[in-house]
């Protein structure tokens, strides 16, 4: 049976207190994140707490399929991922945490790094995006039906975006941070906070997500 080449997995939003609409449809309003709406309207005073879990040297590649308008290509760059934790001093049950991608590429100079986006995910689907960031780096096969062109699978979530293009059966792995919304609705070589990488390198990645994964269960714990 074929793989599915979109997985999209949906946030759940129970964790922790949500924002309702003025209107009192209960939908989330405001910042993309439960972590992000916990922060700013249900955690004060608040301690906000970082854990480094993996940098991750990325490589110049190039986009497949020729020169494309807008690609930012080419530059060899580093992705950061941290945990993120917030709580409220005295109530150790009130607490939020989250997964930080940041993306940076090289300036060129004397091995400077610019910061190109810092996407957030809510912690409860970081497991996920680690299961499917390793079924994803499986993707770099071209496609078995005849006549496409352009195949891209992601993971989407917060405002962070992993996934896999394929273009005439050369396939390139990426990394963008931002409004989803926006993201979605460009080509992959349109979003300038974009990050391309080696397929293969998807693995480190998921290894990365997996010891994120880990550490938010003991942030949890404490």
């Known amino acids: ?10 946030a759940a939003l129970a964790v922790v207190p949500s924002i309702a609409r003025a209107n009192g449809d209960g939908s989330p309003a405001g910042p993309p994140t439960v972590f992000e709406r916990f922060v700013l309207s249900a955690c004060s005073p608040c301690v906000r707490e970082s854990y480094p879990i993996a940098t991750l040297p990325v490589a110049a590649v190039a986009l497949p399929g020729g020169p494309r308008p807008n690609a930012a290509g080419g530059r060899p760059g580093e992705i950061a991922v941290d945990v993120l934790r917030a709580h409220q001093p005295g109530r150790p049950d009130w607490k939020s945490l989250a997964l930080r991608v940041t993306l940076s590429v090289s ?8 910061r190109l986006g810092t ?4 912690a409860t689907e970081v497991r996920a995006l ?12 071209p496609p ?7 195949v891209d699978a992601d993971f989407h979530g917060g405002t962070l975006r992993i996934g896999v293009l394929q273009i005439r059966g050369e396939a390139v792995a990426y990394v963008q941070t931002g409004d989803l919304p926006i993201l979605l ?7 300038p906070t ?3 990488l080696p397929v293969p390198d998807l693995a480190g990645i998921a290894t990365a997500l ?4 880990a550490r938010i269960d003991q942030a949890r714990a404490n």
């Open 1 to 10: 049976m074929p793989r599915p080449l979109t997985l999209v997995i949906v």
């Open 107 to 114: 300036t060129g100079t004397a091995g400077d790094l610019f």
């Open 119 to 122: 996407g957030l995910l809510d």
């Open 130 to 141: 680690a299961q499917a960031v390793r079924e994803m780096s499986r993707l770099a096969t």
């Open 144 to 150: 078995s039906t005849p006549g496409v062109d352009t």
């Open 185 to 191: 609705q460009r080509a992959v070589w349109e979003v």
């Open 194 to 196: 974009t990050l391309y």
């Open 210 to 213: 997996d010891q994120a994964a």
